[in-house]
T-cell receptor, first 112, second 109 residues
Framework: NAGVTQTPKFQVLKTGQSMTLQCAQD?????MSWYRQDPGMGLRLIHY???????DQGEVPNGYNVSRSTTEDFPLRLLSAAPSQTSVYFC???????????FGQGTRLTVV | KNEVEQSPQNLTAQEGEFITINCSYS?????LHWLQQHPGGGIVSLFM???GKKKHGRLIATINIQEKHSSLHITASHPRDSAVYIC???????????FGKGTKLSVKP
């Protein structure tokens, strides 16, 4: 059981570049979400999904897109990277709203 | 306004000390999560609890649903316990987690 796998672990982008952060889980979890973690701000929700084909915006969705074509995968796309998107990104999954959450190892993104 | 408040923000302890981290929240919940994040590391779930107390090794988590308060205790603290401890609750409608800002614990040998 791999749990929640995030790639890459580290990434440096130039302003304006696009990229996709990958998140995959092998636990058949319906709930998946993306958070960003910034100093002094804690973890904030970017986008989430309650099942394949269903996504919705969180607290800080601007500049990010998501899709959920399969139960296993929930990629996060940065359309045109900005320095304000420099952060640590975490993907999380859980079987339902009332169960334990599992987190990926995080992606440390720097936009220069 | 963060709906999940933690205290203290920073905590320094000597090895062997008993440690308490507090978490309070403003709305009724079905369960509260305690998470651990080591420096530069990922986030690991420690506990999910909806009532009473749970224990795992030297870690104990308690919750009082009526008072909207939870505590995380570490007995016989060790330098390897140095980490950020985060409490979180589920959003009622969306199911996502709403996090406290974390308590940074440093245990000195």
């Amino acid at each position: 059981n791999a749990g929640v796998t995030q790639t890459p672990k580290f990434q440096v982008l130039k302003t304006g570049q696009s990229m996709t952060l990958q998140c995959a889980q092998d636990m058949n979890h319906e709930y998946m979400s993306w958070y960003r973690q910034d100093p002094g701000m804690g973890l904030r929700l970017i986008h989430y999904s309650v099942g394949a084909g269903i996504t919705d915006q969180g607290e800080v969705p601007n500049g990010y897109n998501v899709s959920r074509s399969t139960t296993e995968d929930f990629p996060l796309r940065l359309l045109s990277a900005a320095p304000s998107q420099t952060s640590v990104y975490f993907c999380a999954s859980s079987y339902s709203m009332n169960t334990e959450a599992f987190f990926g190892q995080g992606t440390r993104l720097t936009v220069v | 306004k963060n709906e999940v408040e933690q205290s203290p923000q920073n905590l320094t302890a000597q090895e062997g000390e008993f440690i308490t981290i507090n978490c309070s929240y403003s709305v009724g919940i079905s369960a509260l999560h305690w998470l651990q994040q080591h420096p530069g590391g990922g986030i690991v779930s420690l506990f999910m609890l909806s009532s009473g107390k749970k224990k795992h090794g030297r870690l104990i988590a308690t919750i009082n649903i009526q008072e909207k308060h939870s505590s995380l205790h570490i007995t016989a603290s060790h330098p390897r316990d140095s980490a950020v401890y985060i409490c979180a609750r589920r959003s009622g409608s969306q199911g996502n987690l709403i996090f406290g800002k974390g308590t940074k614990l440093s245990v000195k040998p």
